[in-house]
């Protein structure tokens, strides 16, 4: 008989049981309904990965339960816009030097000029993004780039009370096509195939109108600095 390290069976074990904690987890806060995405919506908005987790409850709820839409999506956005006040206060303790070892010099360069160029709009835009657009980095760097806190929520509850009201609604009005989309997957094939690739289309652009912004704004902040250091004639 070969008998099996126990090191082995915990290295293989292990990984299993936390996905089965986790997916309990998840499981218990969707049966809580709408104080489950409260809880969700303030992870949702740290730097622990949901992986969409308020998105997809939201949508699930509103679903099974069509009238209650407006209040899955208030409570949705209620839990994101506590998370990301709460990171905004956190970091705004830390300061600028936490804020440079957790995201890198560079990226907050980057960040930090979209914040004194776009403003709101661009804590507007971070908001209303899907995944995998990342939000935290803007929370924290909003907390601790001294962004105006009364700008910074408006943006947060404007953007996120749109996000999360269009996912519910859609949820709660189109739940039955949805639904015979997922018990007939091949019928709607071309269907579903084809909002993928737009999708990713539109991720890609996202992608790419992201870094041409931060390229140009590290450019003109490099401009900014040469001209400073240049004595004047």
């Avoid at 049966?31 to 949508?59: E, H, K, Q, Y």
């Avoid at 907050?108 to 661009?122: E, N, S, T």
């Avoid at 993928?196 to 041409?212: C, D, F, I, P, S």
């Amino acid at each position: 008989m070969n008998i099996v390290p126990a090191k082995v069976v915990h290295a293989k074990v292990a990984p299993q049981a936390k996905l089965l904690a986790a997916a309990s987890i998840w499981t218990t806060l969707r049966r809580w309904g709408g104080p489950g995405l409260l809880l969700i919506g303030v992870i949702d908005s740290s730097f622990i990965p949901t992986l969409g987790s308020l998105d997809i409850f939201n949508a699930v709820l509103s679903a099974r339960h069509h009238d209650l839409w407006w209040y899955y999506a208030m409570m949705s956005t209620a839990g994101s816009v506590a998370g990301a006040y709460l990171m905004y206060r956190l970091a705004s303790g830390a300061g600028t030097g936490w804020l440079q070892k957790r995201m890198g010099a560079a990226r907050v360069v980057r960040v930090d000029g979209m914040l004194k160029k776009y403003g709101v709009a661009a804590v507007l835009v971070a908001v209303i993004a899907p995944p995998p657009f990342p939000t935290s980095p803007f929370f924290v760097a909003a907390g601790a780039l001294k962004f105006p806190l009364r700008k910074y929520l408006i943006a947060v509850v404007a953007g996120r009370a749109f996000r999360y009201s269009l996912v519910a609604w859609i949820a709660s009005h189109y739940s039955r096509g949805i639904i015979r989309v997922l018990r007939h997957p091949q019928q709607y094939a071309p269907v579903t195939i084809s909002i993928t690739l737009a999708l990713v289309l539109v991720a890609v652009a996202a992608g790419l109108v992201w870094h041409r912004i931060g390229q140009e704004i590290e450019r003109a902040q490099l401009e900014a600095q040469h001209k400073q250091q240049v004595p004047s004639c």
